[in-house]
């Protein structure tokens, strides 16, 4: 019994200093990681949208959530008013699993500026293809207040043949990002306010 | 249909041993006689099904809500390896026969990073309760055919007039070389 | 005298993955480019030193029953540990290993030095056990990911150093390249092991 209770003990002791290690650990590096993957991950891609510096456009950062999930929002600050927004989301139902999409919106006209493909796992060569300007150039310069479809269901969004699914988390990505920019357009921009100050 | 492309792709295409570069030492370790190598591979569809279904549950139901993610690696581990041990005391209590079998496989099992591995991948794409089953069993699948293949020829290179300097694991990994290429031909078979 | 030996070993007497022959997962999946072995080496050095530290200095608290259990616990810990701090300073490095690097979890060296060696050796003794095999590792990675990479992609550490006209042969980077060029690797070490007159450790 006694020796039971030792190994049980041991075992709990060590369990227990590691797992304070990393909540420590964690809490030290967490800004930091989150600093880098925004800077890999994001960064390009916004500097693709709005042809400016990454380093200028990362600290202008909010987070909105909408039903369970919580989407990131960049914006585009012209002296003092916002020109700009670009939402990430991610669009269920790729071949690979999720695909994560950010578009930039002119905040002005409602028109999409681009969409970028930030992440995704889909096949190479065949899903991949999402990523490929021919595909994502179709984005450009539609307007933000209709849901999108392919034009298989007759919508607006020109599929790549073979890779139906991919195409389609792209646009389902996209619709979430659109109904996030009708509903709660007003909640984006008292937020943008309040985080400019 | 869409389930058993992920079947199909996971067991040839992306072949967990030959494609994806996991559980390379139990690979080269226990496939020098076929029995043995049908007894791990075996013994890996076993394991690899049940750690991926606890790791499932564990991340979606317990890491996720309480915001522990970073912790994942850590109770990855920790459950495998207990699973492993309760499966060991399992089967030697319930099933004297399916013990003496699988029983000597079982705690090589604890660090072959096929299973750890598979249930990370189980994860990183996201897979639904459903694909993940099926993702899971087949790539073990595809593990238990490798190795079961594997083992085939390497019999019969025990008796192969190979270079002295290359005998044992070199000419091994030679051969594992040819089957992977063998199973380059199935790239493009899915989608 | 026994500092010396332990020192050296990991670079040539226990030179993994080669004279060890644990560890083949990351030998093969990360060393398509040299950056990425060299990357991969050092997280492994790096939980090698300190899961030898912290297993040497708990040796004698732990119960044998658990011993394994305890062991993957702290090497778990200091797994995630190295997945933090190369996602805060190392993270397209990070992206590229990918799984492979919570897999240093499971990676047999790790555990192997810790039941073969800390477990029964003194702290200091055991740091540098875990340095020099960490070291053997880095190298050896390395020096297969450059050869996979000079040749697959035309290449070293990301800098191009053959001319326009050089057609890389891709078949290098791909996962039959690294089987077979980690077996002729292994070939070529055991015949000069042998020319030494060493016995062979591998049946």
């Known amino acids: ?197 | 249909m869409d389930l058993l492309l992920l079947a199909i792709g996971a067991i040839f295409v992306n072949n967990i041993l030959l494609a994806q570069y996991l559980g390379n030492c139990p690979f080269c370790g226990v496939s020098k006689k076929l029995s043995t190598s049908i007894g791990m591979g075996v013994a890996v569809i076993f394991v690899t099904a049940l750690a991926s279904i606890f790791t499932w549950l564990v991340y979606y139901y317990i890491l996720m809500p309480y915001d522990m993610v970073f912790l994942q690696t850590l109770a990855f581990i920790l459950i495998i390896a207990s699973l492993v041990q309760f499966v060991e005391i399992f089967l030697k209590k319930q099933s004297k026969a399916l013990y003496n079998a699988l029983g000597i496989y079982l705690p090589l099992i604890t660090t072959n990073c096929a299973v750890m591995g598979i249930a990370l991948l189980n994860i990183k794409q996201g897979f639904s309760f459903f694909e993940m089953i099926i993702f899971s069993v087949a790539s073990a699948a595809g593990f238990a055919l490798a190795i079961v293949l594997f083992a085939g020829l390497r019999e019969r290179l025990m008796v192969s007039p190979v270079p002295q300097a290359m005998r044992g694991t070199a000419i091994a990994l030679v051969t594992a070389g040819v089957m992977s290429l063998a199973f380059l031909g199935f790239y493009g078979m899915v989608q | ?203």
């Open chain 3, 1 to 203: 005298m026994e500092f010396k030996k332990v020192l050296l070993h990991g670079l040539w007497k226990d030179l993994p993955p080669f004279r060890l022959v644990l560890g083949l997962c990351p030998a093969l999946a990360v060393t398509s480019s040299a950056e990425m072995g060299l990357g991969m080496g050092v997280a492994a050095t790096f939980v090698l030193i300190f899961s030898n530290m912290f297993i040497s200095m708990l040796r004698k608290v732990i119960p044998d029953k658990v011993r394994i259990g305890s062991f993957i616990v702290v090497i778990a810990t200091l797994v995630v540990l190295v997945e933090m701090l190369m996602k805060a300073y190392f993270f397209p490095l990070s992206q590229q290993l990918g799984i492979f690097i919570p897999l240093i979890v499971v990676n047999c060296i790790i555990l192997g030095r810790a039941e073969a060696f800390a477990s029964r050796n003194p702290v200091f003794l055991s740091m540098v056990d875990g340095f020099s095999v960490g070291i053997g590792f880095s190298i050896s990675l390395t020096l297969l990911g450059s050869i996979r990479e000079i040749l697959g992609a035309g290449s070293w550490f990301g800098v191009q150093i053959f001319g326009d006209s050089f057609e890389p042969f891709e078949f290098m980077v791909r996962a039959p390249g690294a089987f077979i060029c980690l077996g002729i690797m292994l070939g070529l070490m055991n015949f000069y092991s042998r020319m030494r007159g060493e016995t062979l450790i591998q049946v």
């Open chain 1, 1 to 197: 019994m006694r020796e039971i209770a030792k190994l049980v003990v041991v075992l709990a002791l060590i369990c227990g200093i590691s797992a304070t290690i990393l909540t420590v650990a964690r809490q030290n590096l967490a800004l930091k990681i989150e600093q880098q993957s925004d800077f890999y991950v994001r960064g390009p891609a916004l500097e693709r949208l709005f042809s400016k510096p990454a380093s200028e456009l990362l600290s202008n950062k909010i987070s909105i959530s909408a039903g369970d999930n919580s989407y990131p929002v960049f914006y585009l600050m012209d002296e003092g008013k916002i020109t700009g927004l670009a939402i990430e989301a991610s669009g269920t139902g790729g071949y690979g699993g999720n695909i994560v999409i950010m578009i930039g919106v002119d905040i002005q006209t409602n028109q999409i500026v681009g969409m970028e493909i930030i992440q995704h796992s889909e096949t190479p060569g065949v899903g991949s293809k999402v990523e490929k300007s021919s595909f994502r150039k179709q984005w450009k310069g539609l307007i933000i207040n209709e849901s999108m479809k392919l034009t298989s269901q007759g919508g607006q969004i020109d599929a790549i043949s073979g890779a139906t699914y991919s195409s389609k988390a792209v646009v389902n990505g996209t619709n979430q990002i659109v109904g996030l920019v009708n509903d709660h357009r007003d909640e984006i921009m008292s937020l943008i306010k309040a985080n400019s100050k």
